[in-house]
């Protein structure tokens, strides 16, 4: 329909190549943003509404079982919904649901960060049980990597659990070339390492450093007598 006349598609005995030459003809419309528009009833608003508040609890139910491959379906929905309808309640829901997941994240980096990081200290013991669920967590977060559309590029990341794995490791380092020869923690200390570095790559290099270390102190302690 057009301000001058209405086109009727008959799709058995209409004439498509007029339909399409008229369509031609028209004029462009510069920004269609400001020409077509999408009014909502109240009654549809509150069904979208409805919907929005259902789909928010769904992502939230997803993150906690860290279906994150649902989180970012819904949540694409919700961009969608936003920059179409451009409702205030469907942005405020929105938001919302960014915030609850970049607070889940960095909930979970902190649960394992104590974790791990009370496992590596001095006295304590680290098995392969709670390696394996360091790990755990990792895996989780690099699932939520594709969630850095939404969340932006500030998300804890698995970069950010090896990081503070590797940060923690270099402060065994130091303690280690502390120690004496004949300490009990010094062998702790290097089979903690030894036992991440077979998890992890990043630490192999460091395991390598934490030998030569136990190394030096050997030849130090030869050198004395």
């Given amino acids: 329909m057009t301000g001058d006349s209405v086109t009727i598609v008959?799709?058995?005995?209409?004439?498509?190549?007029?339909?399409?030459?008229?369509?031609?003809?028209?004029?462009?419309?510069?920004?269609?943003?400001?020409v077509l528009k999408f009014p909502l009833s109240q009654e549809s608003r509150t069904k979208v509404e409805n919907q929005a508040y259902r789909h928010q609890l769904s992502i939230y139910s997803a993150a906690k079982r860290f279906d994150y491959q649902l989180v970012k379906y819904k949540l694409d929905e919700f961009k969608i919904l936003?920059?179409?309808?451009?409702?205030?309640?469907?942005?405020?829901i929105y938001t919302e649901c960014i915030t609850y997941l970049t607070k889940h994240l960095e909930e979970q980096y902190k649960t394992a960060s104590m974790a791990i990081n009370k496992c590596l200290t001095d006295g304590?013991?680290?098995?392969?049980r709670e390696v394996e669920?360091?790990?755990?967590?990792?895996?989780h977060a690099r699932l939520a990597e594709s969630l850095k559309s939404h969340l932006g590029e500030n998300?804890?990341?698995?970069?950010?659990?090896?990081q503070?794995?590797?940060?923690?490791?270099?402060?065994?380092?130091?303690?280690i070339g502390q120690k004496d020869l004949d300490d009990s923690g010094l062998l702790a200390a290097l089979n903690k390492i030894q036992l991440l570095k077979e998890h992890f790559d990043d630490i192999d290099p460091k395991y390598q450093d934490a030998c030569a270390k136990v190394f030096q102190l050997f030849q130090a302690s030869i050198q004395t007598f």
């Avoid at 304590?124 to 392969?128: A, I, P, T, V, Y």
């Fill in 133 to 139: 669920h360091y790990q755990s967590y990792i895996n």
């Fill in 164 to 175: 503070a794995l590797k940060v923690q490791v270099d402060g065994m380092l130091v303690s």
């Fill in 10 to 34: 008959d799709p058995l005995h209409g004439k498509p190549g007029k339909i399409h030459n008229d369509l031609a003809s028209l004029k462009d419309i510069p920004r269609p943003a400001d």
């Fill in 155 to 162: 998300t804890f990341g698995s970069h950010s659990y090896i």
């Fill in 124 to 128: 304590n013991s680290l098995n392969e």
């Fill in 82 to 92: 936003c920059d179409v309808l451009n409702l205030e309640s469907i942005k405020r």
